[in-house]
């Protein structure tokens, strides 16, 4: 099975910028719709952004349109999140989860394989 693993987390100042990669051991992401979810500290895990196996579709929540963009690249195994002009709220952990199959969701409930999760901190 596909197992994601995030990285590039970190504490960034507000109106800044940082890059989530999610990488995958096991078997390829390619293949997979890929999410990214949050949760903040007392917050119930929250939806941010999708892209379809093939990177031609995205979807986004509405808290981070235009701010942020996923995108892949399956040569490399990778999804990334692409996060600019950040603000204190978006501090969370940030997963990356893999969909069941190759479409993109805004529900967790369609996403059996999770990854770690990777600090992000915005300070104002």
């Known amino acids: 099975q596909v197992q994601p693993v995030e990285s590039g987390g970190g504490l960034v100042q507000a109106g800044g910028s940082l890059r989530l990669p999610c990488a995958a051991s096991g078997r390829s992401l390619s293949s997979h719709g890929t999410g990214w979810f949050r949760q903040a500290p007392g917050k119930e895990r929250e939806f941010g952004a999708a892209?379809?196996?093939?990177?031609?579709?995205?979807y986004y929540a509405d808290s981070v349109k235009g701010r942020f963009t996923i995108s892949r690249d399956n040569a490399k195994n990778t999804v990334y999140l692409q996060m600019n002009s950040l603000k204190p709220e978006d501090t969370a952990v940030y997963y990356c989860a893999a969909a069941r199959d190759a479409g993109i969701y805004p529900q967790g409930a369609m996403y059996p394989y999770w990854g770690q999760g990777t600090q992000v901190t915005v300070s104002s």
């Open positions: 892209i379809s196996w093939g990177g031609g579709s995205t």
